[in-house]
């Protein structure tokens, strides 16, 4: 039963991961760190699959890894983080709040990616 339950949370850290590679509120490293977690924890192949992902992989590799992030990984990262923010910013809210909010995360997410270990 224990293992049943890790693979059905696992899988739903990996949709909010990979959700989280579009949609810059939803963090997509913890995301998919806590879903290693359970498949760990449960499916050894499933496990393999997230690792081997090619687009999930990278994800969780370069957080993982001494050396760092690859400079081309950094660089899609933070563009895909502003292109989704000022997309969100100019036209699906006009809250000056929620801008300010959004403002203050890309910011935010961009320096701790900047400060991030660089993979040459």
Do not use: Q
């Amino acid at each position: 039963m224990r293992r049943i339950i890790y693979i059905i949370l696992a899988s739903f850290f990996v949709t909010l991961g990979s959700i989280g590679i579009f949609l810059p509120l939803i963090p997509t490293t913890p995301f998919l760190l806590l879903a290693v977690y359970f498949y760990m924890n449960s499916s050894y192949s499933r496990l393999k699959w997230l690792l081997n992902n090619k687009y999930l992989g990278p994800y969780i590799h370069s957080y993982l890894s001494k050396e760092g992030i690859p400079v081309r990984l950094k660089i899609k990262t933070i563009s895909l983080l502003w292109i989704t923010i000022s997309l969100t910013f100019f036209f699906a809210t006009d809250n000056t709040h929620i801008r300010i909010f959004l403002g203050v995360v890309a910011i935010g997410v961009t320096i701790h990616l900047l400060l991030k270990k660089t993979k040459y």
